[in-house]
């Protein structure tokens, strides 16, 4: 499997971005997608994850402005991001996989990573 993230940039605080995942090769062995992100200095974190089934969870300091979804079809996902915040500012990845029904639980042997993709919110 393979991920590509695209869509990160420079935005003013306020501002809206969309970054977008998409998969390629053996999609069968996906049924979930996160999006986390690593600010300088900081460790990583999970932003959102969607799971078989529908399951969204969101961090807690990105509730009411990020949304994640996923587009079957185009084997894609997305984050819309709004209301951006200087403090949202890092390189954000995709990771997707295989995790049993309803989680993001991702199996070791099926857990892939999409490179990064930065996001800058500044004035």
């Known amino acids: 499997v393979q991920l590509q993230a695209s869509g990160g940039g420079l935005v003013q605080p306020g501002g809206s971005l969309r970054l977008s995942c998409a998969a390629s090769?053996?999609?069968?062995?996906?049924?979930?997608v996160g999006w986390h992100r690593q600010a300088p200095g900081k460790q990583r974190e999970l932003v959102a994850s969607?799971?078989?089934?529908?399951?969204?969870n969101y961090a807690d300091s990105v509730k009411g402005r990020f949304t994640i979804s996923k587009d079957n079809a185009n084997s894609a996902t997305y984050l819309q991001m709004n209301s951006l915040k200087p403090e949202d500012t890092a390189v954000y990845f995709c990771?997707?996989?295989?995790?049993?029904?309803?989680?993001?639980?991702?199996?070791?042997?099926?857990?892939?990573w999409g490179q990064g993709s930065l996001v800058t919110v500044s004035s």
């Open positions: 090769g053996s999609i069968s062995d996906i049924n979930a």
């Open positions: 969607i799971a078989e089934g529908g399951s969204i």
């Open positions: 990771n997707a996989g295989w995790a049993y029904s309803g989680t993001y639980a991702l199996l070791p042997k099926y857990n892939f």
